[in-house]
């Protein structure tokens, strides 16, 4: 076992930005389903739509979530990589201690 001191210089953008996607995608999920299971009873005017309109109303706010999140999640992962790398300018890098094992 070597256990070998790295600094953290720089993150890719795009991946950080693609990474953020699919976790914002699943909150998106979690949070459709929410407001997919709740949404027709905090709302009194939805009652007039009826067993098709909920059930669409359902749908919707998954596969939304799903998008906005997938959306949110890219721009806050890259604007976040963007201000960790001009921020590691300033401070020089995070330091990790990674175990090699051979």
């Not at 009826?50 to 979530?65: D, Q, S």
């Not at 300018?89 to 201690?97: A, E, K, P, W, Y």
Request: charged share 5%; glycine share 18%; net charge neutral.
């Amino acid at each position: 076992m070597v256990l070998k001191t790295t600094f953290v210089m720089r993150f890719g953008v795009m991946t950080v930005a693609k990474f953020g996607a699919v976790i914002g995608a699943i909150y998106g999920f979690i949070y459709g389903i929410i407001i997919a299971i709740l949404g027709p009873s905090l709302v009194p005017m939805m009652s007039g739509l009826g067993a098709a309109g909920m059930a669409g109303f359902g749908i919707a706010a998954v596969i939304l979530g799903i998008i906005f999140g997938a959306i949110f999640g890219f721009i806050a992962g890259a604007i976040s990589a963007v201000i960790y790398n001009l921020i590691l300018g300033f401070i020089g890098g995070i330091q990790m201690d990674l175990d090699i094992r051979e």
